[in-house]
């Protein structure tokens, strides 16, 4: 049986050592951020990078592509790049509690609101997915001993952190896009 404490260490070992790639790592400290709007602007980063990417990927020679000066121009490229459809609304929630957060003097924090509306403009079949490998997830920290925020069950997570949850799987479906892989839960 492995410890808590080796686990936990083996684990860090993994980040430390490069072991874990950049990509999967900045999601991890993005998860890792205290606050809501920490959270919100980590992962819209994450989010636009891979929107970036992918849009390089798509063109034969993406030094000539324009600069793009907003998230919408961008997600607008990809579209038309062939980036599915079906990414657009939960993209557009997304980037709309970001703007929330960088222009809305009180927001500070992730209501439920904010979650129910990624949630809902996602489609079904990806949500529920997303939901089941982290309900797996959840139940091997568990199994483990391990009490890591992020990692209980998504009905026991504070709103920050099911929305964070949310927008990674978009942003996992985003990443399917640049290996030219189909969204899980598509026929």
């Known amino acids: 049986m492995v410890t808590r404490e080796a686990f936990q260490e083996a684990f860090d ?4 050592d490069g072991a874990i790639p950049a990509h999967i790592a900045r999601r991890g400290y993005a998860l890792a951020t205290e606050d809501d709007m920490g959270k919100v602007l980590r ?16 063109v034969p020679w993406p030094d000539h592509l324009p600069r793009l000066r907003s ?14 459809p079906d990414l657009k609304g939960p993209l557009t929630a997304i980037n709309s509690l970001r703007n929330d957060f960088a222009h809305e003097e009180n927001k500070e924090r992730v209501t439920d609101e904010d979650v129910r509306r990624l949630r809902s403009a996602m489609i079904p079949n990806h949500a529920r997915i997303a939901e089941e490998m982290h309900e797996l997830s959840a139940k091997m920290a568990r199994d ?44």
């Open 13 to 16: 070992r993994l980040f430390v």
């Open 43 to 58: 992962i819209h980063l994450l989010i636009e990078r891979a929107l970036k990417n992918g849009i390089a990927q798509s």
């Open 71 to 84: 998230f919408g121009d961008r997600v607008g490229l990809a579209l038309a790049l062939g980036l599915d």
């Open 144 to 187: 483990f001993g391990l009490e890591i925020e992020h990692m209980r069950p998504i009905s026991e997570l504070t709103p920050g952190n099911r929305w964070a949850f949310y927008a990674l799987a978009v942003l996992s479906g985003l990443e399917f896009r640049e290996w030219g892989l189909a969204l899980p839960g598509k026929a």
